[in-house]
């Protein structure tokens, strides 16, 4: 993932919070980004093969582009319209069609977030091509059934709500980089600068992993570092401008290179959502394939790319461990056709190990009884 069209500025710091604005020097007008408010309590979606998603969703985004490379005209901040029906509980529920639906020639709306949540749920989520006697009954009908994660919103996380009341918005700014005690939290771009400042408190709103919100609890300050211009070697303004265009460089290559290299420079595995004219807007997750991954952070997102590789719109969620661990071994299981003894050799495991650390990640119910039963015995006998 590049952040190919846009530059990063100084972070500003409010306790545990750092922020870095993210700036766009080429503005084309021609894709704009904004918001749709829901006050139903809760949402399901309707996706295909008659599966649902259910959660709380607050907006929605309203993606409109010009094929021609026009400005698209602002419509205003909120975009008001009845998206989907009430429910049998009135406005405690609403139901939608589609994570993305298109709703005139050049005009989508999609789900921030949501869109990638429902992607990385829907992960291995199939039931085993072999009748594998090892799996339940359960499993070999349904495969992994309900699955749920749950995230913290982010009035949740302490001090994310003073840091953004407070932070200086840039000109040119189009996005931000988050940090919780140093840990990249969230990336989120949009197209123009005017509908940043519109959406600048949507990431109030957003939701983060656990990680996060026990990061914002746990700490009250960032690491201590600071970069500053030798007065000894500017002697006009040619040398001061030069040096703190050297200035501003180096924090873009530090927080490029070193504090976001879980998500700035990683390989992703990507998927194509819609695509709308020189536009693609598409969902994805860092690669998780080797051990060396799992150790590492990892991202879940939606991008937005023009035909040149430039970001037009960019959110992420930074997922758990657990969240990591249960896509790994999930990946190798289907990587080795649900062959459970073939996958824990692949790990270097014995197959009673393998069950036992699918039980912790909430997969037993996956497994025959009689092979949980046994797997717990020869373990810790």
Not at 287 to 316: A, C, K, Q
Request: hydrophobic share 40%.
């Amino acid at each position: 993932m590049l952040l190919k069209g846009l530059e990063v500025a100084p972070s500003q710091i409010c306790g545990s919070i750092r922020i870095v604005p993210l700036i766009r020097r080429k503005i084309r007008g021609d894709l704009r980004l904004q918001r749709r408010n829901y006050d139903a309590k809760y949402s399901i979606v309707s996706l295909e093969d008659d599966m649902q998603y259910m959660s709380y969703i607050p907006h929605g985004m309203v993606m409109s582009w010009n094929d021609d490379g026009s400005a698209v005209a602002n419509i205003g901040a909120n975009i008001i319209k009845k998206d989907g029906k009430s429910g049998k509980s009135g406005r405690n529920v609403q139901v939608m069609q589609r994570m993305a639906k298109r709703e005139t020639k050049n005009s989508l709306r999609f789900l921030p977030l949501h869109l990638a949540m429902e992607g990385f749920l829907s992960l291995y989520f199939n039931a085993p091509k072999i009748a594998w006697e090892e799996y339940s009954r359960y499993a070999l009908t349904y495969g992994l059934g309900c699955r749920s994660e749950y995230s913290y919103s982010g009035r949740a996380i302490v001090g994310l709500e003073e840091a953004l009341r407070v932070f200086e918005i840039h000109p040119n700014q189009v996005g931000v980089l988050i940090y919780v005690a140093d840990a990249l939290a969230s990336a989120f771009v949009v197209s123009i600068p005017e509908d940043y400042l519109c959406l600048h408190y949507n990431l109030l709103e957003d939701f983060y992993g656990e990680l996060i919100y026990q990061y914002a609890s746990l700490y009250d300050k960032t690491y201590e570092m600071s970069l500053s211009i030798d007065d000894k070697k500017v002697n006009n303004l040619a040398d001061l401008r030069s040096a703190v265009a050297k200035m501003r460089s180096n924090w873009a290559t530090f927080h490029q290179e070193v504090m976001s290299t879980g998500l700035i420079g990683r390989s992703v595995k990507s998927k194509t959502v819609y695509t709308a004219g020189r536009f693609e807007l598409q969902r994805f997750m860092t690669n998780v394939n080797s051990p060396l991954d799992v150790n590492n952070e990892n991202h879940i997102g939606e991008v937005i790319l023009r035909d040149n590789g430039e970001v037009e719109y960019l959110h992420t969620y930074r997922l758990s461990q657990q969240q990591i661990n249960r896509v790994y071994y999930l990946g190798k299981l289907d990587e080795n056709n649900w062959n459970i003894s073939q996958t824990a050799k692949a790990l270097l495991r014995t197959d009673e190990e393998f069950i036992l650390i699918m039980e912790e990640l909430g997969f037993g119910y996956l497994f025959a009884q009689q092979l949980r039963d046994k797997a717990r015995k020869k373990v810790f006998k």
